[in-house]
């Protein structure tokens, strides 16, 4: 079955960055996009940017422009998200998810997500 | 960037009750850019409803969406125990996508 597994929970210094991965089964990996949704606590969902695993494009969300790479290594069926400049409020459960084709932009499996603490 | 209001924040129902879930758009979805999922507790969200309403596979006929432009519903037509959870809504047709706050469905 399709499945996206998250690495695990880490904690970080403010100013860091932090680098979570989403390795993906069950379903030909190039022929979907991949989406990182982050939920802080107490708040809502935010989409953060997408990649298509096929070509590596990728699209931000202007909130995080410049904050935020996807990245792709489709020998290994994983995809990446790496968030720099971490401040207190990034603290957040992380989320990859698969787009249901390749610019459908809603989502179809989601990762068992992973929480990012920034603390000092 | 659009922000979608779900309503009420929880609902309080009895198993075999109807369910109404309002979400309203700050501004215009276009097209049928709307979408909704359930998380229980402890797991990811799952998809429910896309192109405001067109149930995604598996999905139990109880399930139905409406709506257009800024206002949709979700409405589930008798509740069984495994519905109580948490809803979200999402539009996809103005960037960023963005999620409703959700609403949760609970046990009366």
């Known amino acids: 079955q399709v499945q996206l597994v998250q690495s695990g929970a880490d904690v970080k210094r403010p100013g860091a960055s932090v680098k979570i991965s989403c390795k993906a089964s069950g379903y030909t990996f190039t022929t979907y996009t991949i989406h990182w949704v982050r939920q802080a606590p107490g708040q809502r969902h935010e989409w953060l940017g997408k990649?298509?695993?096929?070509?590596?494009?990728?699209e931000f969300s202007r909130k995080f422009q410049g904050r935020v790479s996807i990245t792709r290594d489709t020998f290994a069926t994983t995809a990446y998200m790496e968030l720099s400049g971490l401040t207190f409020e990034d603290t957040a459960v992380y989320s990859c998810a698969r787009d249901f084709a390749v610019a459908a932009n809603w989502f179809d499996t989601w990762g068992q997500g992973t929480l990012v603490t920034v603390s000092s | 960037e659009t922000v979608l209001t779900q309503s009420p924040g929880t609902l309080s129902l009895s198993p075999g009750e109807r369910a109404t879930l309002s979400c309203r758009a700050s501004?215009?979805?276009?097209?049928?850019?709307l979408v909704w999922y359930q998380q229980k507790p402890g797991q990811a969200p799952s998809l429910l409803i896309y192109?405001?309403?067109t149930r995604a596979t598996g999905i139990p006929d109880r399930f139905s969406g409406s709506g257009s432009g800024t206002d949709f519903t979700l409405t589930i037509s008798r509740l069984e125990a495994e519905d109580f959870a948490v809803y979200y809504c999402?539009?996809?047709?103005?960037?960023?996508?963005?999620f409703g706050q959700g609403t949760k469905v609970e046990i009366k």
């Open positions: 990649i298509n695993a096929g070509n590596g494009d990728t």
């Open positions: 999402q539009q996809h047709g103005n960037l960023p996508w963005t």
């Open positions: 192109a405001i309403s």
């Open positions: 501004q215009a979805v276009p097209d049928k850019y």
